[in-house]
């Protein structure tokens, strides 16, 4: 039988790619702008006279922790318990304390959702990397993605969220939320998010997606013939969506062929996604509602902004 080992004084060791990749954010991440971005919220003193809360920047770093490996409350409970890399990044020593209980968690996320601080955030977030050289520019890409719920009514309401809705893509239906975005063309960065029932149109979303300031504006067919929403809320914007090119079974070699060149500038935002939902794995609603989910998804595009441009912020 294999004699065992003390923890702590293992012989071999690999620094796995969870570890690299919160040891990177932790470096590029603003902690002392986040946490003053919502100090003003945060409880000085616990309740009830009790003891002293949780300091603010280890909650934090343990909301995170839920949206970068998409864990719910209890989930990031055990995580901290099971894995040293996050351990290490929250700053917990088990020798010393324990993890925050999934309750004390679950009250931290009410209390950001409550006030609203996703906005505050993000902003903070993009207004880091403004200083540190990394500008949303004048140009801005306009999508949206859709965001899955459960279907069933096998709950304790026995019904759907009623704030989700179905829509149909292609030949299948989906149910749930759309994520829109608006995006800079030039450093792929989010600068404004909103959410809405899946069956609400692109266009609906479009005048709320600009900053005010662009000179172009891509995006898909689904926007097209609205140039008049884009120059209401951005007045030198030049439309730069995608065009029809297909007219009673007749297709239109040359419009198709702008499209394909529009395109290319386009398909940036489909990289801001594929972060979203395949690395952060944002795939599914995890609540009920969309002003939860909202805030979800402001966070979430306040650390994909990092993580879109962590190799920039590390050579500095």
Not at 71 to 88: F, H, I, N, Q, T
Not at 280 to 285: A, L, Q, T
Request: aromatic share 8%.
């Amino acid at each position: 039988m294999k004699q065992q080992t003390l923890t702590g004084f293992e012989k071999y060791g690999k620094t796995t790619r969870r570890a690299q990749f919160l040891a990177d954010m932790d470096k590029i991440i603003p902690w002392p702008e986040l946490a003053a971005a919502v100090r003003t919220a945060y409880p000085k003193v616990s309740e009830n006279g009790g003891r002293p809360p949780i300091p603010l920047e280890r909650m934090l770093r343990i909301y995170f922790l839920q949206l970068w490996f998409n864990l719910s409350d209890p989930a990031v409970e055990e995580a901290l318990y099971d894995s040293v890399a996050m351990r290490a990044f929250v700053g917990i020593d088990l020798g010393v304390e324990g993890a925050p209980d999934e309750t004390t968690v679950c009250k931290f996320r009410h209390l950001l959702e409550r006030n609203k601080l996703g906005k505050v955030l993000l902003r903070a977030v993009n207004d880091h990397l403004h200083r540190s050289g990394i500008k949303v520019a004048k140009g801005t890409i306009v999508d949206a993605t859709i965001i899955g719920a459960p279907s069933s009514t096998k709950n304790k309401d026995g019904e759907r969220d009623p704030e989700m809705h179905q829509t149909a893509k292609g030949q299948q239906w989906y149910f749930g939320m759309k994520a829109h975005v608006g995006v800079d063309s030039k450093t792929k960065l989010i600068h404004t998010v909103l959410a809405s029932a899946a069956n609400v149109h692109d266009r609906e979303a479009l005048p709320y997606l600009l900053h005010g300031a662009e000179t172009r504006v891509w995006g898909d067919q689904g926007y097209h013939g609205h140039a008049h929403l884009i120059h209401r809320h951005a007045p030198r914007a030049k439309d730069f969506t995608n065009k029809r090119y297909r007219f009673h079974g007749q297709i239109n070699e040359v419009e198709k062929a702008k499209n394909r060149n529009k395109s290319r500038v386009r398909a940036k935002v489909e990289h801001v996604f594929g972060v979203i939902k395949n690395i952060f794995g944002f795939r599914k609603v995890r609540y009920r509602g969309l002003a939860k989910n909202l805030h979800r998804l402001e966070v979430t595009a306040a650390l994909t902004n990092l993580y879109m441009v962590r190799r920039q912020l590390l050579r500095t």
